[in-house]
């Protein structure tokens, strides 16, 4: 069976969260953290995050930075440690928006 999730932020929400120590904790691995350069980035990874539960159907069970987002040597992301899966991260003017497709 196939489940889809998609979740689109704007940038600037994004932008004003990650100025917090303890939200960038919560969110995002120390790899994540170590590959976004900007907010943009960072929305991507957050709406791919919520995309993924929302996938899923189950809500946030887990703390999000337990869920990890990864990139292939062609730059195309991948979650760590889960088979099966899909993600599609994309950004446009105020937007990140992403999709995910779980089998």
């Not at 069976?1 to 995002?28: A, C, H, P, W, Y």
């Not at 994540?32 to 809500?59: D, I, M, P, Q, V």
Request: proline share 2%; glycine share 6%.
């Amino acid at each position: 069976m196939f489940s889809i999730g998609t979740d689109i932020v704007k940038i600037d929400r994004i932008e004003k969260s990650i100025q917090s120590e303890s939200f960038l904790n919560k969110v995002f691995t120390f790899k994540e953290r170590e590959h976004c350069k900007n907010a943009e980035s960072f929305a991507g990874l957050f709406a791919a995050k919520e995309a993924y539960f929302k996938a899923l159907g189950t809500g946030i069970q887990m703390p999000m930075c337990k869920v990890e987002i990864l990139y292939n040597e062609k730059g195309k992301p991948y979650f760590k440690g889960v088979e099966n899966s899909d993600v599609s991260i994309s950004h446009d003017g105020d937007y990140a928006v992403a999709s995910v497709i779980l089998w």
